[in-house]
């Protein structure tokens, strides 16, 4: 790919030039739909028990969780909602919390007023709280507790969570994909963990649908699965994307399974002229911010930290610029923030903030306009619930929807390549993506006129000999 610099590209004549345009026109069907994307929950049932980086335990909520969690733990996961109830703190999270009882409950209450006549809920993971094995034994008065007893609870955990997205959504399927703290290690889903909880996750979130061996069949094999929505002419494919990343031991069997399935169920969908939409956990390129803080004055970097392993990345890339146009949306999470990437000419990528405020976001989400011809989005709004303002506010509120804020309409994926080249040129658009990436709290948020070649760079460049080069020669 030729890396352009900042320069180059505002004398560029047309958006071709970049060559990550896909088509510009679309049908505007008599059947447009709305699904609202949600990811990043990360339910804690305990009260603030630590900040990021810093498993030090509150003295202050300490014999509160010691107390909540001896409740917890004899109660089946359909009580927790009585036993949170009397718990002393009813406020929501925090920021650089996880998601408490109360957030999780102002946030499903705002999906289920935004599901409208929705088909689906998608999600894009992470149901489950940080370090949730390493706080049930620091908290659990229980005698002789073992690890098998920390991954007891955190199964009923996510039963419970499962519960209280379905009690909201009604029988809508909410199609996933799991996270890295979707686990027993916060490093991705293991075969125990998939094992143990493949039923739930088919009963509970995806409500029935697609075929039940199928689904359980991959995702106790490795944690990704595909459906296919009865007359959506549609193939929904959820991979297990954390399982690529360099912070994990890699799993070489599953993932080259993993992509071999992937390849075949992109091929089918192609042959049975049906649309594809992906949901993923960590998305291909850059860690952004990770990144940003190695940056000199200047604004260089040496490094870049990336989110898969480089092999892994280009497999994926080739996989799926082998069928173009076949992608009608891609999603993803993990990043927490409010996002886009252009993963290849005509594949782009939406990233949606979470719910969590774990690294300082406002919790949000987005409700996605789609077109009922092609299946892909055409806009979105963002929700999201500011934990800045005094007093806090009760319930979720718009924050923008993207066609107005960027004054860009039609597919968004066309529109999404404009927007990149446009963050150059316009500083009202530079100013309106840099305070939505943390969702509003700009308090937080580490973007600065040093460091924003890292965070432009990384929406359009995915390979990192590019992505270094790109923040370079910006």
């Avoid at 995806?206 to 002419?233: C, F, H, K, R, W």
């Avoid at 956990?281 to 190695?294: K, L």
């Amino acid at each position: 790919m030729t890396i352009l610099s900042r320069r180059t590209f505002l004398e560029l004549a047309g958006l071709t030039s970049a060559g990550l345009l896909g088509g510009c026109s679309g049908n505007a069907g008599s059947d447009n739909f709305s699904v609202p994307v949600f990811s990043d929950v990360h339910f804690q049932p305990f009260i603030d028990p630590f900040l990021p980086d810093n498993i030090t335990l509150n003295p202050v909520t300490t014999a509160a969780n010691k107390a909540l969690l001896a409740q917890l733990d004899v109660a089946d996961a359909s009580a927790w909602p009585a036993i949170f109830a009397g718990a002393a703190n009813s406020a929501p999270s925090t920021p650089l919390t996880d998601t408490n009882y109360t957030l999780l409950g102002l946030a499903l209450d705002s999906i289920k007023q935004n599901l409208g006549t929705s088909p689906a809920v998608l999600f894009t993971g992470d149901f489950l709280g940080h370090g949730m094995n390493y706080l049930y034994l620091s908290y659990a008065t229980v005698a002789n507790k073992t690890s098998a007893h920390a991954d007891a609870f955190v199964d009923k955990t996510l039963t419970f969570v499962l519960q209280q997205i379905r009690a909201a959504v009604g029988t809508i399927p909410v199609y996933f994909a799991l996270g890295n703290c979707d686990s027993y290690s916060d490093e991705g889903p293991g075969r125990t963990f998939l094992a143990k909880n493949a039923q739930q996750l088919y009963t509970l979130a995806l409500n029935g649908a697609g075929n039940q061996q199928d689904v359980i069949s991959t995702l106790t094999s490795g944690g990704y699965y595909s459906v296919e929505p009865a007359g959506m002419n549609l193939m929904i494919i959820a991979l297990n994307t954390f399982a690529l990343s360099p912070s994990v031991v890699a799993n070489t069997t599953m993932i080259n399974d993993q992509f071999t399935w992937f390849d075949d169920k992109l091929a089918q969908a192609s042959a049975a002229g049906k649309k594809v939409w992906l949901l993923m956990h960590a998305p291909p390129g850059a860690v952004e911010d990770a990144t940003a803080q190695s940056a000199n004055g200047n604004g260089q970097i040496t490094v870049a930290t990336m989110m898969w392993v480089g092999g892994n990345q280009k497999t994926f890339m080739d996989t799926i610029e082998k069928y173009p146009g076949l992608i009608a949306m891609s999603l993803a999470g993990h990043t927490h923030m409010d996002e886009f990437r252009l993963m290849s000419p005509g594949n782009a990528l939406a990233i949606s903030a979470g719910i969590s405020p774990y690294f300082g976001n406002n919790p949000a989400y987005k409700i996605f306009a789609l077109d009922g011809l092609s299946l892909a989005p055409t806009d979105y709004s963002a929700v999201n619930f500011n934990l800045q303002a005094l007093p806090l506010p009760s319930r979720f509120t718009s924050y923008y929807t993207f066609s107005q804020a960027y004054d860009l309409e039609g597919p968004l994926a066309a529109s999404f390549s404009e927007l990149f080249l446009a963050l150059l040129a316009s500083n009202a658009e530079k100013t309106q993506y840099q305070g939505a990436f943390y969702s509003g709290n700009n308090a937080l948020n580490p973007i600065n006129s040093t460091n924003w070649p890292v965070f432009w760079c990384g929406i359009g460049y995915m390979v990192e000999n590019d992505f270094l080069t790109a923040v370079n020669s910006f």
